[in-house]
């Protein structure tokens, strides 16, 4: 099982970032895709949800209205569009597949937001 993110970096306030997440080893469109991000002295927080069929997402309200997860079930990837981004959004994002009994997470890409 594979989980990895790519698209992070360093970028300016008001910039944007997309971030992807490619999938292998698992039977994908069977899982609900998250993104998490953890700040430096924070705990890892849930940023984005997208459930396995029919593109119901969820997202955290520090990031309604800025952030678009979507997944793409036939090329096993997900995405994070990151728009408007500011400074407290500086953390490393995970991707994580959850379903009813197991759990994957990536290794995280570091996103830094800074003038």
């Known amino acids: 099982v594979q989980l990895v993110e790519s698209g992070g970096g360093a970028v300016q306030p008001g910039g944007s970032l997309r971030l992807s997440c490619a999938a292998s080893g698992f039977t994908f469109r069977n899982y609900n895709m998250n993104w998490y991000r953890q700040a430096p002295g924070k705990e890892r927080e849930l940023v984005a949800g997208?459930?396995?069929?029919?593109?119901?997402?969820n997202y955290a309200d520090s990031v309604k209205g800025r952030f678009t997860i979507s997944r793409d079930n036939a090329k096993n990837m997900v995405y994070l569009q990151m728009n408007s981004l500011q400074p407290e959004d500086t953390a490393v994002y995970y991707c994580?597949?959850?379903?009813?009994?197991?759990?994957?997470w990536g290794q995280g890409t570091q996103v830094t937001v800074s003038s």
């Open positions: 994580n597949a959850r379903n009813w009994d197991r759990e994957y």
């Open positions: 997208i459930i396995s069929v029919g593109g119901i997402t």
